[in-house]
Structures are given as C-alpha cells and as structure tokens.
C-alpha cells in the first residue's frame, strides 16, 4: 500500500507540483493493504511505474535542486519569529 501511495505521490507532484495528504485513492490503498492485489502485481507495477517516472521526471518544471538559500532565509526568519513570540521569563 505504501509503495503504490508513495509512487503515486511521486507522480502527482512530478506532473502537478501538489502534494496530496488526504489521498483520493484511500480506499482502493486500504485494498491493497488488505491483499488485492498479489506480491507479483505489486512489482510488476512498480517496476512500470518506475520507468514511467523516470521519463516523467525529465520533463517535470521541478527545479533540479532546492533553492538552499530561499530555505535557510526561511528557517532563519521562522527562528526569529519564534524567539519572539517566546515568553520572557
């Protein structure tokens, strides 16, 4: 169930640059956990779904790496915001 989750997720956000938490799948999910499908169809659809990720992600508008110093800006502006809103003792 996690592997197809997580697969699907990679793709979501490869081609829509979402990330969906409540997942619209769950109850077909909650049958995978629960045995629909066998072991054999769980690789064998991994497996496609990893190569069809593969081309998927040359063609994904993601940037290649994250944008470290929009990142750091941000933990250090979240850190200052905190310390502020810290009772004074």
């Given at each position: 169930m996690?592997?197809?989750r997580l697969l699907r997720m990679?793709?979501?956000?490869?081609t829509e640059g979402v990330v969906r938490v409540k997942r619209p799948d769950a109850a077909e999910l909650?049958?995978?956990r629960n045995?629909?499908?066998s072991y054999d169809r769980l690789i064998e659809w991994a497996k496609g779904e990893d190569?069809?990720?593969e081309a998927v992600?040359?063609?994904s508008a993601l940037p290649r790496?994250?944008?470290?110093a929009a990142i750091d800006a941000l933990c250090v502006a979240?850190?200052?915001?905190g310390l502020r809103t810290l009772p004074m003792s």
């Open positions: 996690h592997l197809v990679c793709r979501e956000i490869l909650r049958e995978i045995g629909a499908w190569a069809a990720l992600y040359k063609t790496e994250p944008d470290r979240l850190t200052e915001e």
